[in-house]
């Protein structure tokens, strides 16, 4: 089975809000909400992965040492293995905008199950919920 290494990114406002994206029509999973981010490039570095994702989904630049690595996913989907490192940012620059046709939403962790999301990304939310609160 192929595995495909995936990074994504927890990005807090002040209000303990995360960022959600949801996949938009004519992706694989559209209409579902995940963590900003995307696919490690062969030879890429997970942090210069999302680093990459960041600016090109959300026109934000953001520092490595804004980057925390918090836990990660491990998901078998039909043909192929997902694993993905999940990082907490609460600082960048620029204003978060959908680049890629996304919706977006600011959302509270407590709130992230009224969101349907990929199995992958389901398992991070009462990790979320615990750093909050």
């Known amino acids: 089975m192929k595995l495909l290494l ?9 209000d303990n809000r995360v960022l959600i994206a949801q996949r938009p029509q004519g992706k694989q999973l559209a209409g579902l909400w995940e963590f900003p981010g995307g696919k490690v490039d062969p030879g890429e570095r997970p942090e210069d992965a999302l680093i990459r994702e960041l600016r090109e ?3 934000v630049a953001v ?3 804004c980057l925390a690595p918090l836990t990660f ?6 043909d192929f293995h997902l694993l993905m490192p999940l ?4 600082r960048w620059e620029g ?3 959908p680049r890629e046709g996304q919706a977006l939403k600011w959302a509270r962790p407590k709130d992230l199950r009224q ?3 990929p199995p992958a990304d389901e398992p991070l939310i009462p990790v979320l919920i615990d750093l909050v609160g």
């Not at 996913?73 to 039909?78: D, E, V």
């Not at 990082?87 to 609460?90: I, N, S």
Request: hydrophobic fraction near 50%; charge should be negative.
């Open 6 to 14: 995936v990074v994504a990114a927890a990005l807090f406002d002040e």
């Open 57 to 59: 989904e959300l026109g």
């Open 63 to 65: 520092k490595e040492a």
């Open 73 to 78: 996913a491990s998901h078998a989907y039909p």
């Open 87 to 90: 990082y907490v940012c609460r």
């Open 95 to 97: 204003l978060v905008q």
């Open 115 to 117: 969101y349907p999301m």
